[in-house]
């Protein structure tokens, strides 16, 4: 397959120009000018207020102004209502094997990004321990047994495999089935073979041709080596995980911004496009690694570098970053959850959230990447472009003015030992 060659060099500058108001903004004023049609010197007034409240960056003082950012919180039923409208539109089940759909037409998703979605399921289960989400992992993974097969070597793209293992990996420990945990081993032991030498002082090379040695695959890589340590109790994954570690970190890690760059050529030269695929993956290697301050470092980067008035970027529909977001959700809110850093972190998680909600198009329930811009009506949406609200509004706690739920301990989720 050839649907990676962009990801480590892609940036997403091209993916479509933001609306400079964030979307509870523009909803206020849709919502705010539909009640009050008949009063159109209102809404002329107010759409100058807003106008001069962009430019002037206040926001947040516009939302609290007109209504309240209470009343755009997204609430533990609406993390049900999406999840239920993502595998409406896109689950697909014949007997035991289930797949996800490439978009609402139909199709099957990439292997990476079905591993992905695959995921999501699982976060949702351990969010919730739905007997349901349980059933619905166990036959995703064995539609993507049957599609894919249970040797992946033909795969030239070392990421895509790794994903897949994390994805097997996780549903062993979610499901019990040892053939899921047998097929996560067997393709990570077969990845780190063909994509770890010493060039470069060691790291793991992104694809078969050896060109280079990148964050895509190094992170994934070592969450995979700690969940096969947790499953197999195998030093040999602990050491292959704190090496892959240890590179990552040394190469394409700035320890004085937190940043992750992109990856390193054989020439050695440095890409440091960043992004949130490859914060959230370092984040989360480095929780498993109890590397705290360095995951610390990577969150605050992308906080306060990567984002837009405090939401995540947008890398546009029907490509190879869509995705992106929910990756680094994923990473994040365990690290968040695990370290019981909420205080710290949880409103903006949940700012990032509520956009993902807010920006829904009501006629589905479908949610796209771009958190900054309503979902457009009769839009053919892939799903992977829903992916990130979906995965937003699962693993993320509503406030607790909206929800009395209480966050749940993730399964599988303790640091791994050094």
């Known amino acids: 397959m050839n649907i990676h060659i962009t990801k480590p060099l892609q940036k997403s500058l091209a993916d479509g120009a933001r609306s400079i108001a964030p979307p509870v903004i523009q909803t206020i004023h849709a919502e705010r000018c539909s009640a009050l049609r008949p009063n159109y010197a209102f809404c002329r007034g107010l759409n100058t207020l807003l106008f001069a409240m962009r430019i002037a960056g206040l926001v947040c003082v516009a939302v609290w ?16 209502t999406i999840f239920n409208s993502y595998t409406k539109a896109y689950y697909s089940l014949n007997g035991t094997n289930g797949y996800f759909k490439n978009d609402q037409t139909g199709g099957i998703a990439d292997f990476w990004m079905q591993a992905e979605e695959i995921e999501c399921v699982i976060d949702a ?8 989400h349980q059933v619905m992992i166990v036959n995703l993974l064995n539609g993507f047994e049957k599609q894919n097969g249970t040797n992946w070597s033909s795969n030239i793209y070392n990421d895509d495999c790794l994903w897949a293992s994390i994805a097997f990996a996780r549903g062993y420990l979610v499901s019990g089935n040892p053939r899921f945990k047998d097929i996560a081993r067997w393709n990570f032991d077969m ?37 096969l340590y947790q499953i197999y109790g195998d030093t040999s994954y602990l050491a292959k995980a704190s090496n892959i570690f240890k590179w990552e970190r040394s190469i394409l890690f700035n320890p004085d911004t937190g940043a992750v760059s992109d990856g390193i050529g054989l020439n050695g030269r440095i890409h440091t496009w960043t992004s949130t695929y490859n914060q959230g993956t370092f984040i989360g290697l480095a929780n498993f690694l109890g590397q705290t301050n360095d995951a610390t470092l990577a969150a605050n980067y992308t906080r306060h570098r990567l984002t837009d008035s405090g939401i995540l970027p947008q890398y546009g529909i029907a490509g190879n970053n869509s995705g992106f977001n929910a990756i680094f959700f994923r990473w994040m809110a365990r690290f968040v959850r695990d370290r019981g850093l909420q205080s710290l972190y949880q409103p903006w998680l949940q700012d990032n959230a509520n956009a993902g909600w807010n920006v829904r198009r009501t006629s589905d329930n479908l949610s796209w990447c771009q958190w900054q811009e309503q979902t457009p009506a009769g839009t053919n949406l892939h799903s992977w472009d829903c992916i990130a609200s979906l995965e937003a509004l699962q693993v993320v706690a509503p406030t607790p003015s909206t929800s009395s739920d209480t966050a749940a301990p993730v399964s599988g989720a303790h640091e791994t030992k050094e």
């Open 125 to 132: 289960y351990e969010w919730k321990s739905n007997a349901n």
């Open 65 to 80: 102004m007109v209504s309240g950012i209470s009343a755009f919180a997204f609430t533990a039923n609406d993390a049900d």
């Open 191 to 227: 990845v780190f073979a063909r994509a770890w030498d010493t060039k470069l002082g060691g790291g793991l090379y992104w694809t078969t041709t050896n060109q280079s040695k990148n964050a895509c695959v190094n992170g994934p890589g070592g969450i995979a080596a700690c969940l």
